[in-house]
């Protein structure tokens, strides 16, 4: 979330994108982040805006440092909203996740994503 809050002229749709990423992400809905890539990702342009942004928040996931402390946890809100982090966690446990994201955009040309209704 951070870094769309970083985009100084981020769209309508990428503001509107991240308040449901927010919400999805914080609610605990019990079955995970539903991003709903295909209605945003229409197009080549937002294709590489998301992964402008994943990169940015990757970036700041690795300078969070390894193992990740858990007042750092908390002020990022990385759990549900009634949850803290009481332990370190292991970097790995979020860099495999958000490399997984990234790697499943980054690898897949939009045209054919498209195509195969994966967007």
Known sequence: MDA???VVDASPSLKEARE??????????GYGINPELDSFL???????????????????????????????????????????FQ???????FRETADRFIALIRDTPFHSANEAGLL
């Open 42 to 84: 229409t197009d080549e342009e937002r294709l590489k805006v998301v992964l402008a942004l994943c990169d940015t928040a990757r970036q700041r996931l690795i300078e969070l440092g390894d193992p990740i402390s858990p007042a750092m946890l908390n002020q990022i809100n990385a759990g549900h909203r009634d949850s803290h």
């Open 4 to 6: 769309i809050d970083g």
């Open 87 to 93: 332990r370190e966690v292991p970097a790995a446990v």
């Open 20 to 29: 449901d990423w927010y919400e999805t992400a914080t609610t605990g809905f």
